[in-house]
């Protein structure tokens, strides 16, 4: 049996950056242990009652109603409560949004610290908010 090719590291990242994937919900993770399985159970309880409620009045029903609702239970074509998980974001977005958030962050704290020093020059206690999260208005400049 031929031995698989060794990755360098380099290789391996971009696998890995490739495969992986992260929970970009913005929720905690753990909770989807109980809201997937939770969610497609609600889901099989409607179709459930909605193929009930077809067959309650399927006696009622004339004969081509009555065979045209047979088939749509048999075929599941009526199904209108589906629900499926969203794939979770592939792990080098996952990072190329956690540095831009990162960005962001840094860049409000150094505008703070500018605006604190500005305001302390002038003579006054504190400064108004308005920072408005553009990275190029909040450059520290080292004077």
């Not at 060794?6 to 989807?32: F, H, I, T, V, W």
């Not at 004339?62 to 199904?79: F, Q, S």
């Not at 960005?103 to 308005?130: D, I, P, T």
Request: aromatic share 6%; glycine share 6%; proline share 4%.
């Amino acid at each position: 049996m031929p031995r698989k090719r060794q990755r360098s590291p380099g290789e391996k990242k971009a696998l890995s950056y490739a495969k992986d994937r992260r929970n970009g919900y913005r929720a905690n993770d753990k909770a989807s242990r109980k809201a997937i399985p939770l969610r497609k159970a609600k889901s099989h309880r409607a179709d459930r009652r909605k193929a009930a409620g077809a067959l309650a009045a399927y006696e009622a029903l004339g004969e081509d109603a009555a065979a045209l609702t047979e088939n749509a239970l048999v075929k599941d074509i009526g199904r209108i409560k589906r629900w499926a998980k969203c794939p979770d974001r592939p792990l080098a977005e996952h990072i190329a949004d956690q540095q831009v958030h990162r960005a962001h962050r840094e860049g409000r704290k150094q505008w703070v610290r500018l605006q604190l020093e500005l305001a302390q020059k002038r003579g006054h206690s504190g400064f108004s908010w308005q920072w408005q999260g553009d990275p190029q208005a909040s450059r520290f400049d080292s004077r």
